[in-house]
T-cell receptor, first 113, second 113 residues
Framework: GESVGLHLPTLSVQEGDNSIINCAYS??????FIWYKQESGKGPQFIID?????DKRQGQRVTVLLNKTVKHLSLQIAATQPGDSAVYFC????????????FGSGTRLLVRP | DTEVTQTPKHLVMGMTNKKSLKCEQH?????MYWYKQKAKKPPELMFV???????INESVPSRFSPECPNSSLLNLHLHALQPEDSALYLC????????????FGPGTRLTVT
């Protein structure tokens, strides 16, 4: 079946360092990808998105990279802060779906002070 | 207003109870969603409403019954639930079709005893 990011790794980084969170997706027909941040006890919060006709998009302190050749998505966070500690989910929207997002299994980011 | 609100925050119910979860958004979004999230897992789509009509039912058991009274409100009626239905229930909304960003509410933490 379809799957995005089968594993749930934990990434531990020093405050101030850059973080890179990776996600592998399996549906080559997906045309839209999103990164969400979920803090403990809260719902997922949109961080940044990218369409399949792009390979890079930058936001405030965050950059998303899309490599369609190897079906890989990454989220880069510059100058990681304690408030960035959360679980990060990638999600993809298959081309034949108007609404459905397929979520990856998530990565926990821990920021050491 | 970019907020999706959900009530209650927490709910404990017995297997014979009937209860309802409520979700509200005032962003003018025409698509609304129910997700179920187990601990340390990604959100799983349950239902999608588009323009107040049920668009997607992800083979959810009939003990979960969604309702969309109007474009701002989404309910999830619960009846005869099982302990394994205990989870965080998330509501989301989006502007419409084709990759629109989904805004999530904080969720209702449901415990079935």
């Amino acid at each position: 079946g379809e799957s995005v990011g089968l594993h749930l790794p934990t990434l531990s980084v020093q405050e101030g360092d850059n973080s890179i969170i990776n996600c592998a997706y399996s549906n080559s027909a997906s045309d839209y990808f999103i990164w969400y941040k979920q803090e403990s006890g809260k719902g997922p919060q949109f961080i940044i998105d990218i369409r399949s006709n792009m390979d890079k998009r930058q936001g405030q302190r965050v950059t998303v990279l899309l490599n369609k050749t190897v079906k890989h998505l990454s989220l880069q966070i510059a100058a990681t802060q304690p408030g960035d500690s959360a679980v990060y989910f990638c999600a993809e929207k298959p081309l034949d779906s108007s609404y459905k997002l397929i979520f990856g299994s998530g990565t926990r980011l821990l920021v050491r002070p | 207003d970019t907020e999706v609100t959900q009530t209650p925050k927490h709910l404990v119910m017995g297997m014979t109870n009937k209860k309802s979860l409520k979700c509200e958004q005032h962003m003018g979004h025409r698509a609304m969603y129910w997700y179920k999230q187990k601990a340390k897992k990604p959100p799983e789509l349950m239902f999608v409403y588009s323009y107040e009509k049920l668009s997607i039912n992800e083979s959810v058991p009939s003990r979960f019954s969604p309702e969309c009274p109007n474009s701002s409100l989404l309910n999830l009626h619960l009846h005869a639930l099982q302990p394994e239905d205990s989870a965080l229930y998330l509501c989301a909304s989006s502007q419409g079709l084709a990759g629109a960003e989904q805004y999530f509410g904080p969720g209702t933490r449901l415990t079935v005893t």
